[in-house]
């Protein structure tokens, strides 16, 4: 299902973009949302083989670094550029990362996931890390990229907690970023952050995601913070370690970094469902009705059919960046990397922004 008002943008993406018109047709021997979410991960990390990319650091304003690992085999001086943010503790050898950066191959465009601080093996210089609500990292790699290929087309991708980032770097940026990026595309974005935590709390078979993510970022902290011998973070770390949830951790840890009151002033900043009417660069999403992370009343269908510039791609199935097709879904294209391709492809050959002015 394509949700976007009519005109020039739907018209641009149906002509264009044909899988938008297609229905999709879920793994019928994996249908259950948890099932295509796990399933979807194990079998990318088995098929999709490595990426070798080309690693460059970038130091940031306040002295932290970040790796931006650049996929370009095959391309030019003047291919246009993707720039990915994974998801929460992902990086550029993550199995749907790879999947995005296989389809841009094939089609020429060049692809610079941006690894978060601390994530990618690059050590911490600063004690601060990163969060869905705070993009200044982002602002500081579109202009750098921007900067280094000046006459570039150039668009971005975010995955999970890296579309929160992303939408709100957008959100915030407004027409800024519109001279920046040709145009943009989400993949199981948590639209709305407060219902995405319910979603994962108040079901047993969520929650064990939910505490596995836990897990993730607790080992991810304690492995930064013994870096230092004196303690990278100024935080309890007992107490920190004993958090059992994403939204436990939150409190203890993103809170207290980036200086939130509490826990619900933060997701009320991360969440993006109620800033969309401030994005002005074409902006494509694709959310799974029965995604685990995000229950379909929360993704914000009458909101996006009232911007000019934003559509979501709603599948019945697919779970969390799962989306598997097929009755045996082995191949190295699938779905949301097709997608992606698709898109990008003809945004970067069509003269889009002319129409939607």
């Given amino acids: ?34 099932a295509q979410t796990v399933i979807a991960s194990v079998l ?14 970038l130091t940031l304003s306040d002295g932290g670094e970040v790796a931006l690992d650049w996929a370009e085999e095959g391309c030019s001086a003047v291919s246009p550029i993707v720039i990915i943010l994974p998801g929460l503790t992902g990086a550029s050898q993550a199995e749907y990362i790879k ?21 990618g093996g690059v050590e911490l210089k600063t004690p601060r890390t990163y969060c869905a609500a705070n993009s200044d990292d982002l602002t500081e790699v579109v202009d ?20 929160l980032i992303l939408g709100n770097y957008l959100a915030r940026q407004g027409k800024i970023a519109k001279n920046k990026l040709k145009g943009c595309f989400l993949i199981s974005v948590p639209w709305n952050v407060f219902a995405a935590t319910k979603s994962t709390e108040e079901n047993y078979f969520n929650l064990i995601l939910n505490k596995y993510l836990a897990f993730s970022l607790r080992q991810q902290v304690k492995r930064l913070h ?26 203890q840890f993103t809170v207290k970094q980036f200086g939130y009151k509490d826990v619900e002033d933060y997701y009320s900043n991360a969440t993006i ?38 559509a979501v791609v709603v599948t019945s199935r697919g779970g969390h960046i799962g989306f598997m097709e097929g009755m045996w879904p082995v191949k190295e294209e699938q779905y949301m990397g097709k997608l992606f391709s698709q898109f990008f492809t003809a945004l970067f050959t069509t003269n889009l922004e002319h129409q939607l002015l």
């Fill in 273 to 310: 469902h109620d800033k969309l009417h401030l994005i002005d660069v074409p902006l494509l999403c694709l959310s799974a009705a029965d995604d685990p992370f995000q229950p379909v009343q929360a993704i914000p269908l009458k909101e996006i059919s009232q911007t000019k510039k934003i």
């Fill in 99 to 119: 999947c995005l950066v296989s389809s841009a191959k094939k089609v020429g465009i060049r692809c610079v996931i941006f690894n978060n601080r601390g994530l």
């Fill in 226 to 251: 013994y870096s230092s011998e004196s303690g990278m973070f100024d935080v309890d770390i007992d107490s920190l370690l004993k958090s059992q949830t994403v939204r436990e951790f939150d409190s």
């Fill in 44 to 57: 990318r990390s088995r098929i999709l083989p490595p990426i070798h990319y080309r690693r460059e650091i």
């Fill in 144 to 163: 750098y990229v921007k900067k280094i290929h000046p006459n570039v087309l150039l668009g971005a991708t975010g995955i999970s907690m890296g579309g």
């Fill in 1 to 34: 299902m394509l949700v976007c008002a009519n005109g020039p943008f739907r018209e641009f993406l149906e002509k264009h973009v044909p899988l938008v018109r297609n229905k999709f047709w879920p793994t019928l021997w994996c249908f259950e949302s948890r």
